[in-house]
């Protein structure tokens, strides 16, 4: 029993993120996905120059502006129907 109430709590860890992101307005969201595009562009250059230490902080980056965009298409697409 102790074990499903952990993964309730996981699973809905896991929708936190989206969840968070569908509360914005399109104009956050855009302003958000700017700024991690500039961090991303910053930690490609680090990674090139070998300065850069925490080689996961870009997957993450791609990964938050991936659920942006995707969250901004489904809220045209829910427009258009």
């Known amino acids: 029993m102790a074990r499903k ?3 309730e709590i996981k699973a809905v ?3 936190s993120e989206a969840d968070k992101i569908r509360k914005m307005d ?5 302003k958000h996905i700017a700024e991690l595009k500039q961090e ?20 993450k980056n791609r990964k938050q502006i ?13 427009l258009n129907e």
Not at 40 to 59: D, H, M, P, S
Request: aromatic letters at 4%; charged letters at 30%; proline letters at 0%.
């Open 40 to 59: 991303l562009f910053n930690l490609r250059f680090q990674a090139a120059v070998g300065k850069l230490e925490n080689t996961a902080q870009i997957k």
């Open 5 to 7: 109430k952990v993964e």
């Open 66 to 78: 991936a659920r942006m965009k995707t969250i901004l298409t489904e809220r045209a697409n829910a």
């Open 26 to 30: 399109v104009a956050t969201i855009e």
């Open 13 to 15: 860890k896991r929708e």
